[in-house]
């Protein structure tokens, strides 16, 4: 395939910044380049910006995926300065200063901005991902929210009681704040959202269980606030086990302290991994594939190479890596992007960059949250609140907030969720006859309620 130059015109004398990735960071340094003198060009494989902290809603049924995504031609139209390009970097040519494409096209730069973000790891088992998805993508995300909703159809019509039991049961991977907002977020739509919709099972006795490996959930909070937000989300119904490591997963289920436990869904979260951008530039990365960067998020040994956010492996004031969460890409993005400027266009060295800590947070349950300001911390009401004006503040447009605001107060006061779809992974119907685990035909489908199942108000 020949190769397409996206060089500037000859009569564009404005000096080049690539920005490879439109997430967090990427989208902050790009809003700090917009208006100046500098031509700008972002670069990501997908049209839009996702708000991945808030996908465990989509995979619950809580929010679409079209109110936590903007297209990036929108966001970033009002700046003329700036043209967006879709397409996936396969490598970057630092001799000839530019990126390669997939379609064999190559973009020139004068300066090169890597926010690439993270995805999963399965610590040497990427053969779990496809069972047991991660939530980094909206493809992911609508896969789990199918899975559940599916398993609690097939349970509805299934005449094993191993088999109903199994269906309705979900293992949460990690114990971190993206594995507890899942597995709460799960509980509620059993317990809450879906308990007067079925006739033959009561979805509040589906089981939810949350596997974290390290000897407490929420390693990053004060022990305090873990302590929390255990015994929150052990309110709801669902089992923390901790100190055990999952072992191995099929789409039967998972093993996990040497104990094999059916489940009709696995959600994982945890671990994660940079992107390849290290491969790219051909440099030392560290354990998770991060970049190595200076103070002033160059990239040692590329130069004009910087990187960014989950991409970048950069250490606090307290001598710790700084956490790979929105506010650190963010506020890396608007440093780096008002560093560019003042480098390019008026010759000043780029400065350190310093993280401010605005808090820590993640959501437990209805009403419960915990956030960490480092001397200061808030669990409970007050917190949920919190947690929820800053996500809501975070989101890209005005539209976007006042919608996610909206179905939050709706789906608070009446317990319901409106994104309820089944529209991927749907898998076949469950005969009459189904096969319990132990290989013998289960009893004949019974159209009467189970018998062992008590009806409840939701």
Known sequence: MPRIDRTPAPLDSRPHVVIVGAGFGGLACA?????????VTVIDRNNYHLFVPLLYQVATAALSPADIAEPIRRILSRHPNIDVVMGEVTGIDRAARQVELADGSVVPYDRLVLATGSSYSYFGHDDWAEIAPGLKTIENARRIR???????????????????????TTI?????????????????????????????????????????????ILSGFPEDLGHYARRKLEELGVVVLTGQAVEGITPEGATVGGRFIPAGTIVWGAGVKASPAGSWLGVETDRSGRIPVNADLS?????????????AALAGED??????????????????????????LRGQPLAPFRFRNRGNTAIVGRSAAVFDFGR???????AWLLWAVVHVYLLVNFQKRMLVTMQWLWRWATYQRGARLITADRPAPVAEAVTSPHGREAEPFDPRPFPDMKRGQG
Request: proline share 6%; charged share 25%; glycine share 14%.
């Open 31 to 39: 809003e700090a380049l917009g208006g100046t003198n500098i031509r």
């Open 319 to 344: 001598g710790k890596p700084l956490p790979g969460l929105a506010q650190v890409a963010k506020q890396q993005g608007e440093h780096l992007g008002g560093g560019l400027e003042a480098s390019l």
């Open 146 to 168: 199918a899975r559940l909703l599916m398993n609690f159809e097939q349970a509805e019509i299934s005449g094993d009681a191993a088999r109903r039991k199994a269906l309705m």
């Open 299 to 311: 990239v040692p040994g590329a130069p004009d190479v910087y990187a960014l956010g989950d991409t």
């Open 172 to 216: 949460v991977v990690g114990g971190g704040p993206t594995g507890v907002e899942m597995a709460g977020s799960v509980a509620e739509l059993a317990r809450y959202t879906l308990a007067r919709d079925f006739r033959r099972i009561d979805p509040r006795t589906a089981r939810v269980l949350l596997v974290e490996a390290g000897p407490r």
């Open 376 to 382: 200061h911390r808030l669990k409970g009401w007050f």
